[in-house]
């Protein structure tokens, strides 16, 4: 069993639709959790970063994270074609490994 | 972007072969790491470098040694090309480590046959 564990999708909605991205994940002694966008044939970049549990909102995205059900999301508000890409969860005890859900591929259609 | 450069970024290597792929920072950031990126398995650590000549294995750093001889730079080498090793690379770097962000290249492209 992979230790995060990611829908790969494929997601497709309407442009401005809300969008829901989730992972799942089984070691509880993961304390940081981020979000990392990547666009077709490019490298990923962090988009959101949460430490322990809550919410943080950056714009149109929200990150939350509940650390007593082992699972975090991505919210993505008025969804724009621009958003298409791939998201990846990612999260680590703070040590040197971050470990990689597969990736959420993601269509917001016009 | 982030001082990243990976080459070559497109290769094809016929099996049996070596083959080493190059990550040049110029961010001065402490840690390095190569991961592959394959359907179905998202983004997997093969090895990664908390400073010079230090390095440590990922979850999937069979058939694959790294060097670290400058801050600036990491090798990744297959010691003898298989199928199974067709994928794409990326280098990434952070400054404190796993907790804070990670920078990533644009990738390697590597075709085994």
């Known amino acids: 069993q992979k230790e995060v564990e990611q829908d790969p999708g494929p997601l497709s909605v309407p442009e401005g639709a809300i969008v829901s991205l989730n992972c799942t994940y089984s070691?509880?002694?993961?304390?940081?959790f981020m979000w990392y966008r990547q666009y077709s044939r490019k490298g990923p970049e962090l988009l959101m970063y949460t430490y322990s549990s809550g919410n943080k909102e950056d714009g149109r995205f929200t990150a939350q994270v509940d650390k007593s059900s082992k699972y975090i999301s991505l919210f993505i508000r008025d969804s724009q074609p621009s958003d298409s890409a791939t998201y990846l969860c990612?999260?680590?005890?703070?040590?040197?490994?971050?470990?990689f859900g597969q990736g959420t591929r993601l269509t917001i259609n016009p | 972007d982030a001082g990243i450069t990976q080459s070559p970024r497109h290769k094809v290597t016929e099996t049996g072969t070596p083959v080493t792929l190059r990550c040049h920072q110029t961010e001065n950031h402490r840690y390095m790491y190569w991961y592959r990126q394959d359907p179905g398995h998202g983004l997997r650590l093969i090895h990664y470098?908390?400073?010079?000549?230090?390095?440590d294995k990922g979850e999937v750093s069979d058939g694959y040694s790294v060097s670290r001889s400058k801050t600036e730079d990491f090798l990744l080498t297959l010691e003898s090309a298989t199928s199974s090793q067709t994928s794409v690379y990326f280098c990434?770097?952070?400054?404190?480590?796993?907790?804070?962000?990670?920078?990533f290249g644009q990738g390697t492209r590597l075709t085994v046959v």
């Open positions: 990612a999260m680590t005890q703070g040590a040197q490994k971050l470990v």
């Open positions: 470098s908390y400073g010079v000549k230090d390095t």
């Open positions: 990434a770097i952070s400054p404190q480590g796993a907790a804070t962000e990670a920078f």
């Open positions: 070691n509880s002694a993961f304390q940081y």
